[in-house]
Protein backbone atom coordinates (compact mmCIF):
# COMPACT_ATOMS: atom_id res chain seq x y z
CA UNK A 1 0.00 0.00 0.00
CA UNK A 2 1.30 3.36 -0.72
CA UNK A 3 1.60 5.85 1.41
CA UNK A 4 1.37 9.52 -0.29
CA UNK A 5 2.58 12.69 0.47
CA UNK A 6 1.53 15.91 -1.75
CA UNK A 7 4.22 18.63 -2.61
CA UNK A 8 4.17 21.91 -3.25
CA UNK A 9 3.83 20.93 -6.91
CA UNK A 10 1.75 18.72 -7.46
CA UNK A 11 4.02 15.50 -7.55
CA UNK A 12 2.83 13.12 -5.04
CA UNK A 13 6.05 11.41 -3.01
CA UNK A 14 5.12 7.80 -2.82
CA UNK A 15 6.85 6.51 0.23
CA UNK A 16 5.97 2.79 -0.03
CA UNK A 17 8.19 3.18 -3.19
CA UNK A 18 10.84 4.96 -2.04
CA UNK A 19 11.49 2.85 0.68
CA UNK A 20 11.00 -0.58 -1.48
CA UNK A 21 13.82 1.16 -3.30
CA UNK A 22 16.19 2.34 -0.52
CA UNK A 23 15.84 -1.79 1.26
CA UNK A 24 17.22 -2.98 -2.71
CA UNK A 25 19.90 -0.70 -2.38
CA UNK A 26 20.78 -1.65 1.04
CA UNK A 27 20.86 -5.18 0.41
CA UNK A 28 23.36 -4.81 -2.59
CA UNK A 29 25.26 -2.24 -0.56
CA UNK A 30 25.29 -5.31 2.64
CA UNK A 31 25.99 -7.94 -0.06
CA UNK A 32 28.84 -5.94 -1.83
CA UNK A 33 30.46 -4.73 1.22
CA UNK A 34 30.37 -8.35 3.08
CA UNK A 35 31.96 -10.01 -0.13
CA UNK A 36 34.76 -6.96 -0.10
CA UNK A 37 35.81 -8.11 3.34
CA UNK A 38 35.34 -12.26 2.16
CA UNK A 39 38.09 -10.71 -0.44
CA UNK A 40 40.40 -8.91 2.06
CA UNK A 41 40.55 -12.24 4.30
CA UNK A 42 40.97 -14.40 0.98
CA UNK A 43 43.77 -12.08 -0.27
CA UNK A 44 46.17 -12.25 3.08
CA UNK A 45 45.00 -8.05 3.98
CA UNK A 46 45.59 -9.44 7.58
CA UNK A 47 49.25 -10.84 6.91
CA UNK A 48 52.21 -8.55 7.40
CA UNK A 49 52.36 -6.50 4.46
CA UNK A 50 48.93 -6.42 3.91
CA UNK A 51 48.07 -3.34 4.67
CA UNK A 52 48.74 -1.93 1.21
CA UNK A 53 46.77 -5.38 -0.14
CA UNK A 54 44.04 -4.38 1.82
CA UNK A 55 44.04 -0.64 0.93
CA UNK A 56 43.91 -1.54 -2.83
CA UNK A 57 41.68 -3.83 -2.59
CA UNK A 58 39.01 -1.82 -0.32
CA UNK A 59 39.91 0.60 -3.15
CA UNK A 60 38.86 -1.51 -6.12
CA UNK A 61 35.52 -2.53 -3.80
CA UNK A 62 34.54 1.07 -3.62
CA UNK A 63 35.35 2.11 -7.18
CA UNK A 64 33.35 -1.03 -8.38
CA UNK A 65 30.30 -0.08 -5.96
CA UNK A 66 30.39 3.83 -7.09
CA UNK A 67 30.56 2.75 -10.82
CA UNK A 68 27.96 0.31 -10.43
CA UNK A 69 25.57 3.11 -9.13
CA UNK A 70 23.70 3.90 -12.20
CA UNK A 71 23.49 0.34 -13.42
CA UNK A 72 21.90 -0.44 -10.23
CA UNK A 73 19.54 2.50 -10.45
CA UNK A 74 18.74 1.14 -13.81
CA UNK A 75 17.77 -2.38 -12.71
CA UNK A 76 15.74 -0.67 -9.75
CA UNK A 77 14.01 2.13 -12.10
CA UNK A 78 12.76 -0.69 -14.14
CA UNK A 79 11.49 -2.80 -11.22
CA UNK A 80 9.39 -0.16 -9.92
CA UNK A 81 8.15 1.01 -12.64
CA UNK A 82 4.80 -0.33 -12.84
CA UNK A 83 4.12 0.27 -9.06
CA UNK A 84 3.57 3.58 -7.43
CA UNK A 85 0.95 5.92 -7.67
CA UNK A 86 0.08 9.07 -9.92
CA UNK A 87 0.93 9.24 -13.75
CA UNK A 88 4.15 8.85 -15.34
CA UNK A 89 5.69 11.93 -14.38
CA UNK A 90 4.85 11.35 -10.97
CA UNK A 91 6.45 7.63 -10.67
CA UNK A 92 9.75 8.89 -12.63
CA UNK A 93 10.10 11.67 -10.17
CA UNK A 94 9.92 9.39 -7.04
CA UNK A 95 11.90 7.04 -8.87
CA UNK A 96 14.46 9.61 -9.46
CA UNK A 97 14.35 10.24 -5.25
CA UNK A 98 14.40 6.98 -4.66
CA UNK A 99 17.66 5.95 -6.50
CA UNK A 100 19.07 9.02 -5.60
CA UNK A 101 18.79 8.44 -1.46
CA UNK A 102 19.06 4.65 -1.99
CA UNK A 103 22.35 5.32 -3.60
CA UNK A 104 23.98 6.99 -0.65
CA UNK A 105 22.39 4.70 1.61
CA UNK A 106 23.90 1.53 -0.81
CA UNK A 107 27.48 3.84 -0.77
CA UNK A 108 27.51 4.51 3.68
CA UNK A 109 26.64 0.49 3.71
CA UNK A 110 29.64 -0.31 1.64
CA UNK A 111 32.09 1.80 3.13
CA UNK A 112 30.93 0.66 6.58
CA UNK A 113 31.32 -2.53 5.83
CA UNK A 114 34.34 -2.36 4.23
CA UNK A 115 36.20 -0.48 6.91
CA UNK A 116 34.92 -2.22 9.93
CA UNK A 117 36.27 -5.27 7.93
CA UNK A 118 39.73 -3.99 7.31
CA UNK A 119 40.05 -2.45 10.91
CA UNK A 120 39.23 -5.84 12.18
CA UNK A 121 41.82 -7.73 9.82
CA UNK A 122 44.58 -5.13 10.17
CA UNK A 123 44.18 -5.05 14.01
CA UNK A 124 44.88 -9.04 13.54
CA UNK A 125 47.33 -8.64 11.52
CA UNK A 126 50.38 -7.40 14.38
CA UNK A 127 52.62 -5.21 13.48
CA UNK A 128 51.69 -4.72 9.95
CA UNK A 129 48.38 -3.80 11.18
CA UNK A 130 49.71 -0.84 13.38
CA UNK A 131 51.60 0.19 11.11
CA UNK A 132 49.19 1.15 8.56
CA UNK A 133 46.56 2.19 10.46
CA UNK A 134 48.87 5.35 12.17
CA UNK A 135 47.16 8.83 11.64
CA UNK A 136 50.06 11.23 10.77
CA UNK A 137 48.89 14.44 9.67
CA UNK A 138 46.69 13.56 6.40
CA UNK A 139 43.40 12.79 8.37
CA UNK A 140 39.94 11.44 6.17
CA UNK A 141 38.18 13.63 3.39
CA UNK A 142 36.74 16.36 5.24
CA UNK A 143 32.95 16.14 6.05
CA UNK A 144 31.87 18.99 4.13
CA UNK A 145 33.67 17.35 0.74
CA UNK A 146 32.39 14.27 1.51
CA UNK A 147 28.79 15.41 1.72
CA UNK A 148 29.35 17.45 -1.70
CA UNK A 149 30.60 14.61 -3.47
CA UNK A 150 27.83 12.20 -1.97
CA UNK A 151 25.31 14.59 -3.40
CA UNK A 152 27.15 14.44 -6.57
CA UNK A 153 27.42 10.84 -6.71
CA UNK A 154 23.25 10.77 -6.13
CA UNK A 155 22.60 12.88 -9.46
CA UNK A 156 23.47 10.32 -12.22
CA UNK A 157 21.51 7.46 -10.22
CA UNK A 158 18.62 9.84 -9.55
CA UNK A 159 18.30 10.85 -13.41
CA UNK A 160 19.15 7.16 -14.74
CA UNK A 161 16.44 5.49 -12.28
CA UNK A 162 13.95 8.30 -12.66
CA UNK A 163 14.41 7.83 -16.99
CA UNK A 164 14.09 4.20 -17.08
CA UNK A 165 10.62 4.08 -15.35
CA UNK A 166 9.66 7.19 -17.42
CA UNK A 167 10.82 5.33 -20.72
CA UNK A 168 8.96 2.14 -19.37
CA UNK A 169 5.40 4.22 -18.66
CA UNK A 170 2.97 1.80 -17.47
CA UNK A 171 4.49 -1.14 -19.20
CA UNK A 172 5.09 -2.62 -15.91
CA UNK A 173 7.48 -3.64 -13.39
CA UNK A 174 9.95 -6.73 -13.73
CA UNK A 175 8.86 -10.32 -12.48
CA UNK A 176 12.23 -11.89 -10.48
Known sequence: MATETQARDGIVLDTGVITQAIKYYAIIGAGLG??????????????????????????????????????IAAFIGYATAGTGIGDIRTRAVNSGIANGIG???????????????????????????????GGGSSGPIEITKLITLIILMMIPNSIVGGAITFFLGGRGRASP
Open 103 to 133: FAIFGIIVAAILWTGLAVLMGSGGDGGAASG
Open 34 to 71: VLGVVLLLQLGAGEEGGGIIGGILSMVVLAFAVLSGPV
